[in-house]
């Protein structure tokens, strides 16, 4: 309905203007994997997943500064945080989007001016990610409010939190027994899992390395093996889930 009703305006605006004209969507990946099934025709439309990379966010961040006459991420660091020790903070910490790196350089620069410090050191760099971890919960949270289940996302929380315990992955058959245990019927099983991989608070590994769920061709298929194979697997928390986990649950 909401791309029928995209087109009609188009078509309303555009029409008398252009013989030929494409309507370009931008959705995030797992709004759009919500609603694939829901197309028809699909294939009149050609969909390209558009990622953004670490050093195109923080070429973003460089530009927004020197509109601010500061030249460059480097001209606000402290000694005890140089760009090789910023980045791997930021690589592990925070999301590949634009508005968390807004959100973490935002906090960073006003932490400073409000310490009326020159500089941005590691005190600094921890606070603004102490306000960064609270950010993401009230967003995840929000996410949460789209479920049909109706998963409270506190509870929840604070239930994984009792079965992780001070590690970093649960093994997926013990995280669906805690679905089970919060009465999740058994059809809601499987979409919240994909839910909460979309949104990237937890993450699967294949050979080391975690699979990036949003750049999947076909993520259901991924899932629907991951369903029949998950004995011996494990879910793993995003670094700053963790963070958010030990620190206020």
């Known amino acids: ?3 029928f009703n995209l087109h009609e305006v ?5 029409g008398h203007h252009f013989d030929n004209y494409s309507i370009n969507l931008f959705l995030r990946t797992d709004l759009y994997n919500g609603i694939r099934e829901q197309i028809t025709e699909k294939d009149k439309i050609t969909k390209v997943v558009i990622g ?10 460089n530009s927004r500064l020197k509109q601010n006459e500061i030249e460059h991420v480097a001209d606000l660091l402290n000694d005890d945080l140089n760009m090789s020790i910023l980045n791997k903070k930021i690589d ?5 989007r634009p508005r968390d790196y807004v959100f973490i350089f935002n906090s960073l ?11 941005i050191n590691n005190k600094i760099f921890n606070e603004a990610l102490n306000y960064y971890a609270l950010y993401v919960g009230e967003s995840i949270e929000a996410e949460f409010l789209s479920l049909h289940s109706n998963i409270n996302y506190g509870e929840f929380v ?30 809601d099983i499987k979409p919240f899992i994909s839910f909460l991989l979309q949104i990237k608070m937890i993450f699967v590994c294949e050979e080391s390395r ?19 194979t998950y004995q011996n697997r494990y879910f793993y928390l995003h670094p700053i889930i963790e963070k958010l986990m030990e620190d206020y649950f």
């Open 1 to 3: 309905m909401i791309l």
């Open 10 to 14: 188009c078509a309303n605006l555009f």
């Open 52 to 61: 953004w990379k670490p050093n195109y966010l923080m070429q973003m961040i």
């Open 92 to 96: 592990k910490f925070v999301y590949d």
């Open 109 to 119: 620069i006003q932490i400073a001016q409000a310490q009326k410090k020159d500089r």
């Open 158 to 187: 604070t239930n994984l939190k009792n079965v992780i315990g001070d590690k970093s992955k649960v093994q997926i058959k013990k995280f669906i027994l805690l679905l089970t245990s919060m009465e999740v019927d058994d059809c």
């Open 210 to 228: 975690p699979v990036e769920w949003n750049r999947l061709s076909n993520p259901e298929v991924k899932l629907n093996h991951i369903m029949k």
